[in-house]
């Protein structure tokens, strides 16, 4: 599904990702952990086709294909999808307009013709119900005004009408709830498909209780310094990411996929 | 004050009289008379005077303009007209009665020519005609005043509500040398009444000069919703003076929607007179190209427990200019005032300019006054947000400045005009195919 080769990124003349190798099966839910400023969400936007980083070297490839031969909207079309840390507000647009406009760009994209308008309210009925978002919010402006649960659910709703190949949920679980937590990786979880990929980036190891990953890989000033499966995870959680530091013979499988 | 070189312009060689040389009421001399003289003392104000500071009017004060008269041929207006509206029309500043379509207002709305209402019923107009707007410091109203061929007055006795939105169709057409013309508007609403207006200025030709003067007086709990569209051709020049004075518990709900003309100002002066009057005044101007839009707004609080809102926008492109003058005067008397202002502006390329000159000018300490204003960019996070939903850049960009617009759009009341500004705004974005049925 996805596959990142020493993968070199800057922005602004500053390195940040410094060389990552990565591979994502189809149907494979990865965890990306890691402290503050390790390059997580540099990582994700990078995915997405944020055009301010500059890929220094290495590549990307996606079904096989040079991801980074495509701008965002086209791997949109391609079935990649962010889950934003930080969904941004659009007044003036109400979410269910933007949903469909969204949903027709990346159907025009694959050649498929637009949705009809009675189809679409049905899809948006059902998934609505997926992650429990209140349907009043589907009139209101795109985030405007939603509580940061609300945009939460708001980000993995539009996942679940777009049906993406690549999930890539960046740090989904924080400032949540525990309630709202559940529900979010609920959504989730009732996406999972055996062909469908997700690259979930958390600060915290309490998501992975929820959305349980096939491997964990640890980021760490721009480099994956750990991987390994569900159970890194929890020794980061016992230990702190210092554990790492100290602990070189700590129980952690060298290897990526 | 100091007057251009061109003190006696090709305009002040007419008659003070109507072109149809019908006989006025004795005060409308007096006006007239009083307007020239003033006009001839300021002259066509400068960018050295401090309310016209980004707005050099010189290619009006240098074109030897001549009124303009009844064109050869009725214009075509359906392309223009409001479904279902009561619709009083003007060519080239003159009344059109074939054009206009009033016979179904209700008992006690009265809209008719302001030439024939000066003749008719003289004690009407006389209490309002050059009472609330200023000849003394305004030239263009000066001007206006001095040669007005014709104009609208509306009029509503106590309690009517007109439920069909009125309309004011303003038309110019081209003639063999630019002209102007010179709407003098009239609208008392009386206590407790309410309508809904459009005033639409459509056609017109190069040079030309449109320079309407609208006083408006809101009775005792009256509501009004007067929403003006410009969409003249992008060679045009307008200069507008809208006067209001709201007595007690009135709300005047104002939309000035800019989209064409080449320089257009547009005066909005409210005077909130009694307890409780409420405006709300907003504004959207979309320039490309050399268009030059000046919107000058003016609050006066002049009683306790007033609320007035300014919400102006401007979306620029091309090498266009915005100005906007958004003025509150808050009297010492008017205490609890709550008075709001906001100018945003989107620039679209990289030589367009708006100028924010926000003024607060408060007497009274227990108010609350707040004011801002932006100028900036698409905002690159939310591009991105987009994008990677799907969205083509130009989508996104066409959605953003849509979404930028459609906070003042969709307050416009009548439904039919709302949607008309949308239209017009969703065919000059490069992807506003992708708006066209926005939820």
């Known amino acids: ?257 | 004050m100091e007057a251009t070189a061109t003190a006696r312009h090709t305009l002040l060689a007419h008659d003070l009289l109507p072109g149809n040389a019908r006989v006025e009421p004795g005060f409308v001399a007096d006006l007239r008379r009083r307007a020239r003289a003033r006009f001839d003392a300021l002259g066509f104000p400068t960018p050295k005077m401090e309310e016209w500071r980004f707005t050099n009017v010189k290619k009006i004060a240098e074109t030897p303009l001549v009124l303009a008269t009844h064109p050869a041929e009725q214009p075509t207006i359906e392309p223009f007209c409001v479904p279902d509206a009561h619709r009083i029309v003007l060519v080239n500043g003159r009344f059109s009665p074939e054009l206009s379509a009033t016979a179904e207002l209700p008992a006690g709305a009265v809209l008719t020519s302001l030439a024939d209402a000066l003749e008719w019923s003289p004690e009407l107009i006389e209490p309002h005609l050059g009472r609330h707007a200023d000849i003394d410091r305004h030239a263009f109203t000066a001007l206006n005043t001095a040669l007005f061929q014709d104009g609208v007055l509306l009029w509503l006795a106590s309690g009517v509500a007109v439920d069909r939105p009125i309309q004011l169709l303003m038309v110019t057409t081209a003639d063999e040398e630019p002209t102007a013309n010179f709407p003098r508007i009239a609208i008392l609403a009386g206590q407790s009444s309410s309508a809904n207006i459009v005033e639409s200025y459509v056609g017109s030709a190069e040079k030309t000069l449109t320079c309407p003067v609208t006083e408006i007086v809101l009775d005792a709990n009256a509501a009004l919703s007067l929403t003006t569209t410009h969409e003249e051709d992008a060679a045009a020049n307008h200069v507008a003076n809208r006067q209001a004075r709201l007595a007690r518990d009135s709300r005047l709900n104002c939309h000035t929607i800019t989209l064409g003309g080449g320089l257009v100002r547009s005066d909005v002066n409210v005077t909130l007179d009694a307890e409780g009057a409420h405006a709300s005044l907003a504004g959207l101007s979309v320039t490309d190209g050399d268009q030059h839009v000046d919107n000058h707004v003016r609050v006066r609080h002049r009683a306790p427990r007033c609320t007035s809102d300014q919400q102006y926008r401007g979306i620029l492109d091309g090498a266009s200019r915005a100005v906007f003058t958004g003025r509150i005067v808050v009297d010492q008397d008017a205490q609890r005032t709550d008075a709001r202002q906001s100018n945003r502006n989107l620039i679209l390329s990289d030589v367009a300019l708006a100028h924010s000159n926000p003024q607060l000018e408060i007497l009274a300490d227990d108010v609350r006054c707040t004011h801002g204003s932006t100028v900036g960019r698409l905002d690159e996070d939310a591009l991105f947000y987009l994008q990677s939903r799907g969205l083509d850049r130009a989508a996104a960009e066409s959605l953003l400045t849509y979404a930028f617009a459609s906070e003042v759009v969709q307050t416009i009341e009548i439904d039919e005009v709302r949607a008309r500004v949308e239209r017009a705004l969703t065919s000059r974005l490069p992807r506003g195919e992708i708006l066209r049925e926005t939820a």
């Open chain 1, 1 to 257: 599904m996805l596959e990142l080769k020493n993968l070199h990124v800057s922005i602004d003349g500053n390195e940040i990702l410094k060389g990552i190798d990565l591979e994502v099966g189809a149907g494979e839910v990865h965890a990306i952990m890691g402290p503050n400023g390790s390059g997580k969400s540099t990582l994700a936007q990078v995915l997405a086709g944020r055009e301010e980083y500059e890929i220094t070297q290495g590549e990307i490839l996606y079904r096989g294909s040079d991801l980074l031969e495509l701008d965002a909207s086209q791997r949109a079309g391609e079935g990649i999808f962010l889950a934003f840390q930080y969904p941004v507000e659009i007044p003036g647009i109400s979410n269910t307009y933007f949903l469909r406009t969204a949903l027709n760009s990346v159907r025009s994209y694959r050649g498929e013709p637009e949705i009809d308008a009675m189809d679409f309210l049905e899809l948006v009925k059902e998934r609505t119900e997926l992650v429990k978002l209140d349907e009043n919010l589907l009139k209101r402006p795109v985030n405007e005004g939603f509580s940061g649960g609300e945009k939460k659910r708001n980000e993995i709703f539009q996942m679940a009408v777009l049906e993406p190949r690549l999930a890539i949920l960046d740090e989904t679980d924080s400032g949540l709830d525990i309630d709202a937590l559940k529900i979010v990786a609920d959504g989730v979880n009732s996406l999972r498909t055996p062909d469908r990929s997700f690259v979930v980036i958390t600060h915290y190891q309490r998501l992975l209780n929820y959305i349980v990953p096939d491997f964990v890989h640890v980021l760490k000033d721009g480099k994956i310094i750990r991987s390994g499966g569900r159970e890194l995870a929890l020794h980061l959680e016992d230990q702190g990411y210092e554990w790492l530091e100290t602990a070189p013979d700590a129980p952690a499988a060298a290897a990526t996929t």
